[in-house]
């Protein structure tokens, strides 16, 4: 299933995140090892400091997994379905475990580059 995650940034830890991304350790250690940097480099960051950005998640509970990796740098604002669960095939029993070869994720992904700057950028830039 794909989910929109809103949050913002914990003061001062923009560095840290810079930093485990540039080491590629962001994440190590979860299931959804690879997903954190994907995720960050498609990222917006919106109009009054929020960020968004797709998520790809299995788990019954969305992101109950990969939560603990984004709250040591996140305040997670909401996490919801991207599009309708009846229309993901993963979800509604078409073809099992099939988000990893989904184009969904791009396009929802080119429907967020209309919306605010990339993250990406900003991190680097600080």
Request: charged fraction near 30%.
């Amino acid at each position: 299933m794909r989910y929109l995650v809103r949050a913002r940034l914990k003061p001062g830890m923009e560095q840290a995140l810079r930093e485990a991304l540039e080491s590629d350790t962001l994440g190590v250690g979860s299931v959804a090892e690879g997903e954190y940097g994907r995720a960050l480099s498609q990222a917006r960051l919106l109009d009054g400091g929020e960020i968004k950005w797709v998520e790809i998640c299995y788990c019954e509970d969305p992101l109950i997994e990969e939560l603990p990796y984004w709250e040591e740098y996140f305040e997670i604002r909401s996490i919801r379905d991207a599009h309708n669960r009846l229309n993901c095939k993963d979800t509604n029993g078409q073809e099992p475990w099939s988000c990893g070869v989904c184009d969904c994720t791009q396009k929802l992904e080119q429907s967020l580059e209309k919306q605010g700057t990339k993250f990406i950028d900003f991190l680097m830039s600080q």
